[in-house]
């Protein structure tokens, strides 16, 4: 049996704080127990002491592109990547967001399902679990078309979402509006009809797989709401005239549950270039209006989850959902909420909520030790100290 001791200063437990000294066992790939307070270890257990530490679930990134090298254009360029070089970039992709304490990814758009051989039973544990739509569904020419999903009408779509389903694709991402890295597309308009958008819904549902949309047009955002989706990706809800989220539509997400990923957060030390500027500001995507955007939705008690987008370009590189959980925080949500929307609520959104996103006995030993208390000042994520992954340290 493999044994591990943690003993830290403090632990987040997946919903809130808990102060005063922690120990947890770990033991054969499981969080074994949890002890408050200055608890002795079990005799033959080795001890990894943090004085200044907290202990929390592993992070979880719910929205990423693992096949995405974070290079300028990479999901554009991915059209032309030799299928041999695809398995290198998603290990490297996962690795990446292992040490920077993110223990299971869902990844909402690959090219030609190449990321459904990395989930599963079997697949090695010394890497992030990984939960994956295949290539998201768009309309023909639409939003990431390149990737392999188009398709149209009833038929189409209904047809599309069956072959996700028999490669073994943990949920279905639908393209419900254009997007600004695919020339062409509206990011003001969506890119299915109400039927088409219905039928997606009830093909999926019918086969026991959620549906998230892609949706930054307002008119997007509530065609998607109207058919039932489970989550929406970016609910920026751009209009011509900019975007901003309506109070009411707020209130209604809230009130059905839907789980919104605003995909906030870029590195720091990249400067965003002037093009990727004014590309984002014609589809009304600024800083201002996202993080606006994101306190409404707050304030109205949507169902916030943590995702990334990694992979997108130099400023998402793979391995930033600390720097998400910063602008969470910047946006006026309590820390302890923002890191809720990386473990106990990402595990939840990602099918996982028995298993992961939470240090309780029985829950996957998945751990993130940072140095000093996140829940004081986030930016504490940036100094992870150990990442263990099924109770194996990580590097």
């Not at 039973?121 to 768009?138: I, K, Q, Y």
């Not at 490669?167 to 600004?180: E, F, I, P, Y």
């Not at 109205?300 to 998400?324: W, Y």
């Amino acid at each position: 049996m493999t044994m591990t001791t943690l003993r830290v200063a403090r632990m987040f437990d997946g919903e809130r704080l808990v102060d005063g000294g922690v120990l947890v066992l770990l033991a054969d790939g499981r969080i074994a127990d949890v002890h408050r307070g200055r608890a002795e270890a079990p005799a033959g257990w080795p001890v990894r002491e943090e004085p200044n530490g907290t202990l929390l679930p592993g992070l979880v990134d719910a929205h990423v592109h693992l096949c995405a090298d974070a290079g300028p254009d990479a999901l554009g360029r991915l059209a032309e990547r030799p299928e041999a070089d695809l398995d290198g970039v998603v290990e490297t992709s996962l690795r990446t967001h292992l040490a920077a304490g993110v223990t299971t990814v869902r990844d909402l758009g690959d090219r030609r399902d190449a990321v459904l051989r990395w989930r599963g039973p079997g697949v090695r544990d010394d890497l992030p679990t990984v939960v994956a739509s295949g290539a998201p569904l768009t309309s023909v020419g639409g939003h990431c078309w390149s990737l392999g999903g188009e398709a149209s009408g009833v038929d189409g779509v209904r047809e599309a979402v069956r072959r996700r389903a028999a490669a073994g694709a943990d949920l279905v991402k639908v393209m419900a509006s254009g997007g600004a890295f695919t020339p062409g597309t509206d990011t003001t308009r969506p890119q299915f009809t109400d039927g088409e958008l219905t039928a997606t819904l009830t093909q999926a549902h019918e086969l026991g797989l959620p549906v998230t949309a892609h949706a930054h047009a307002l008119s997007a955002v509530e065609q998607a709401l109207r058919v039932g989706v489970n989550g929406i990706e970016h609910c920026t809800c751009v209009t011509p005239s900019g975007a901003r989220v309506p109070d009411d539509l707020a209130d209604r997400l809230a009130r059905y549950g839907v789980a919104v990923c605003a995909t906030l957060g870029t590195d720091p030390a990249v400067v965003t270039p002037p093009e990727v500027v004014t590309m984002a500001a014609r589809a009304g995507l600024s800083e201002a209006a996202l993080r606006d955007g994101v306190a409404t939705l707050h304030r109205a008690g949507v169902r916030l989850v943590a995702g990334s987008d990694a992979g997108l370009g130099p400023a998402k590189p793979h391995g930033i959902l600390p720097e998400t959980l910063v602008e969470y925080v910047a946006c006026g949500i309590p820390a302890t909420a923002a890191l809720a929307s990386a473990t106990s609520v990402g595990a939840e959104v990602c099918g996982l909520a028995r298993r992961k996103g939470r240090i309780a006995p029985g829950f996957d030993a998945d751990v993130l030790i940072v140095d000093g208390d996140p829940t004081s000042d986030i930016r504490a994520l940036r100094r992870p100290l150990a990442v263990y992954r099924a109770g194996q340290p990580v590097g």
